[in-house]
């Protein structure tokens, strides 16, 4: 069956080399409990498509929402002037073979539909999160956030891709605020929003959440009296929630073949790393292992196909703890003659699709939780991101913790409040000592990885066993 992008393709005649038309629908609902009181309730659509159009060697771009033959074909005559105008200035040329022909489907992977839950059900979970986290009068505020997303994407092209895929799309997030005096204290669900996953309902199981909600508040609540974390250079252990921003800051910010490109810098700054790294540069230990690898079942930017036509495989950006490859698109690899991957995403329908991380992992070792830490005579074990501050380079960097534990003679003792480190990217991978088993490994995500201009925030996954780091700086205090 011919789909409408397919028909108002054929009614497009440019003289372009190819031509792509890109349909985003996604709907958004949002669900938020703060103190018991229902403050959002809201359901958004958006829908639209992009023009993309190759002449003369350049891309060109136009987007509309407005669904019709007249304005998709106005939309690819504009993208084909602005392509025929970049020619002229053009120092890299395209051909079609960056955009090779792709056809296939994605769908997310899921237990329970998204409509097994009624908007009330929702809500009332919500709620029960809430009271759940209200334990004493010291939990001064709490908060429970539900955002379910549905998109679908399609993608025809005149070199004959036919590409649908629908993810489903779920992040919560629950926070118990903790006040005595004059010391307030907040514990979140493994981080502000890190809890983003591809799936169903399944995702807000009761039981599971509830029991994570107690967790959060008791966590809250043991941090009012725990000392503050000390000051000194020791071993760090960064459990999985927190290994997820030091890979995203660390490894997948700085691989991005656009930024080292130079594209960023006016917005988001370059980085340390260089063309002639790759395949050279001792990035960390040989323990470190890290893959992009959008295959993964359930991980927020798993998918079949790029935005560009691209098929995604998983693949090794950085083995044995040498530099191999960039997180760079078929442009990017042309531009900087660096492998990438199939990685050129786009937010919406209004965006060009531009390099950006999809899911990035450090492959887990062979090491228990138990052991790692029976084998540290000193240091301190941190989780839950709360801060971070990294410069425009990705290499020096400082980062906060919500909650950490203090390691003495091979065991785990006091709380301890205000963790933070800091160090500089290559010298803190090359101090990797241990890497957890696959037991510790956690999966978490971020819907809101910000880069470009006009600004693309998108979804982005990490996976990570729990880490052990040789001679840190740790430090306590707010960060």
């Known amino acids: ?89 053009g120092i890299y040329s395209f051909t079609v073979e960056q955009r090779p022909k792709a056809v296939g489907t994605y769908y997310s992977p899921y237990l329970k539909p998204l409509d097994i839950l009624s908007p009330k059900d929702i809500n009332d979970l919500l709620l029960k999160v809430n009271e759940t986290l209200k ?20 993608l025809v092209s005149s070199n004959g891709s036919d590409v649908y895929q629908k993810f489903l799309l779920i992040t919560t997030d629950y926070t118990a605020t903790a006040q005595d005096g004059n010391i307030i204290q907040k514990r979140t669900d493994n981080g502000l929003t890190a809890r983003s996953y591809q799936g169903g309902m399944e995702c807000l199981d009761e039981t599971e959440v509830l029991t994570r909600a107690e967790k959060i508040a008791e966590q809250a609540l043991e941090l009012l009296s725990a000392e503050d974390c000390p000051t000194t250079t020791t071993t760090l252990v960064l459990a999985p929630d927190q290994m997820m921003l030091q890979i995203h800051e660390s490894i997948g910010h700085p691989l991005e073949l656009d930024r080292i490109l130079g594209d960023e810098r006016n917005y988001a700054g370059s980085s340390f790393v260089k063309l002639e790294d790759f395949g050279q540069l001792v990035y960390g230990s040989p323990l470190m292992n890290v893959t992009f690898d959008p295959s993964v079942s359930g991980q927020f930017a798993s998918y079949r196909f790029d935005d560009g036509g691209n098929l995604a495989t998983r693949e090794y950006l950085i083995k044995e703890g040498i530099l191999l490859r960039g997180l760079g698109s078929k442009e990017s690899q042309i531009r900087s003659n660096v492998p990438g991957v199939a990685n050129l995403r786009a937010s919406s329908w209004n965006r060009p699709p531009i390099d950006r991380m999809a899911n990035i992992n450090l492959e887990p070792g062979n090491t228990s939780f138990d052991e790692m830490i029976a084998n540290i005579e000193s240091g301190v ?54 890497l957890g088993d696959r037991s510790t490994l956690g999966m978490y995500g971020t819907p809101s990885c910000g880069k470009g201009e006009p600004n693309q925030a998108i979804r982005v996954g990490h996976a990570s066993p729990v880490c052990a780091f040789d001679n840190i700086e740790v430090f306590g205090g707010v960060g």
């Open 135 to 154: 334990v004493n009068d010291k939990i001064v505020s709490t908060s429970a956030i539900a955002r379910l997303v549905e998109t679908e994407i399609q």
């Open 381 to 434: 074990y941190m989780e839950s991101n709360r801060s971070w501050s990294i410069d425009d380079y990705r290499n020096k960097f400082q980062f906060g913790c919500e909650y950490a534990k203090l390691i003495e003679n091979g065991k785990l003792t006091k709380t301890l409040k205000n963790p933070n480190y800091r160090g500089i990217t290559n010298q803190f991978w090359r101090s990797l000592s241990q």
């Open 1 to 89: 069956m011919t789909s409408t992008l397919e028909t108002w393709l054929k009614e497009i005649h440019l003289p372009a080399d190819w031509i792509g038309l890109r349909q985003v629908t996604e709907t958004s609902t949002l669900r938020y409990v703060r103190d018991g009181k229902p403050q959002s309730n809201g359901r958004s659509q958006s829908k639209g498509v992009m023009v993309e159009v190759l002449a003369k060697g350049q891309l060109g771009y136009c987007a509309t929402n407005h669904l019709t033959l007249d304005n998709i074909k106005l939309a690819a005559e504009i993208a084909y002037q602005q392509a025929v105008t970049a020619a002229e200035w």
